[in-house]
T-cell receptor, first 115, second 115 residues
Framework: EPEVTQTPSHQVTQMGQEVILRCVPI?????FYWYRQILGQKVEFLVS????????KSEIFDDQFSVERPDGSNFTLKIRSTKLEDSAMYFC?????????????FGPGTRLTVT | AQTVTQSQPEMSVQEAETVTLSCTYD???????LFWYKQPPSRQMILVIR??????QNATENRFSVNFQKAAKSFSLKISDSQLGDAAMYFC????????????FGTGTRLTIIP
């Protein structure tokens, strides 16, 4: 069964450093998402991406965040200058179509720890 | 903006018994979907069950069923014959069927199964 994969599973970085979280969505999917979950809290939407551009972003997704689909298979989330409060689990998700009943398939997540 | 509320931070149930997790939501839309996701300690997000708002019939998936009350904006999850493997965080989520297709999550209910 096709699945969304994410690397690394755990990333530790120092405050102020740049990190890139990588995702490989399901191959025929067209819509891509990043969500964040701070430990013990709910899952929050960060950004959605379609046709090589951002379709929606939340207020969390400020100028320090960016997304890219560099090669048609990977989907990356970059945090330019990490802060302590960026420590969270980051989930990538993908969908085949925009509307209708098909679900978003989630990857296993990347745990980001900022020290 | 849509909101999802889960008023039970924690629930527990005896193995083999039935438990119901509550969820309410707020939206002005008529065409939307509702989901229950399970998050075990691995933190992977696993889709448990989904409901289309235009369908009056409640969704069922084996031991999992929902009670969807559209007028009351209520969407509860019933787990029958609870098993030890059901122990997890359960998140209720909402999604429009047009425009912004992001998922909006509730704060979650931690379910403990008592052997």
């Amino acid at each position: 069964e096709p699945e969304v994969t994410q690397t690394p599973s755990h990333q530790v970085t120092q405050m102020g450093q740049e990190v890139i979280l990588r995702c490989v969505p399901i191959s025929n999917h067209l819509y891509f998402y990043w969500y964040r979950q701070i430990l013990g809290q709910k899952v929050e939407f960060l950004v959605s991406f379609y046709n090589n551009e951002i379709s929606e972003k939340s207020e969390i997704f400020d100028d320090q965040f960016s997304v890219e689909r560099p090669d048609g298979s990977n989907f990356t989330l970059k945090i330019r200058s990490t802060k302590l409060e960026d420590s969270a689990m980051y989930f990538c998700a993908s969908r085949g179509s925009r509307t209708g009943f098909d679900e978003q398939y989630f990857g296993p997540g990347t745990r980001l720890t900022v020290t | 903006a849509q909101t999802v509320t889960q008023s039970q931070p924690e629930m527990s149930v005896q193995e083999a018994e039935t438990v119901t997790l509550s969820c309410t939501y707020d939206t002005s839309e008529s065409d939307y979907y509702l989901f229950w996701y399970k998050q075990p300690p691995s933190r992977q997000m696993i889709l448990v069950i989904r409901q289309e708002a235009y369908k009056q019939q409640n969704a069922t998936e084996n031991r999992f069923s929902v009670n969807f009350q559209k007028a009351a904006k209520s969407f509860s999850l019933k787990i029958s014959d609870s098993q030890l493997g059901d122990a997890a965080m359960y998140f209720c989520a909402y999604r429009n069927n047009f425009g912004n297709e992001k998922l909006t999550f509730g704060t979650g209910t931690r379910l403990t199964i008592i052997p």
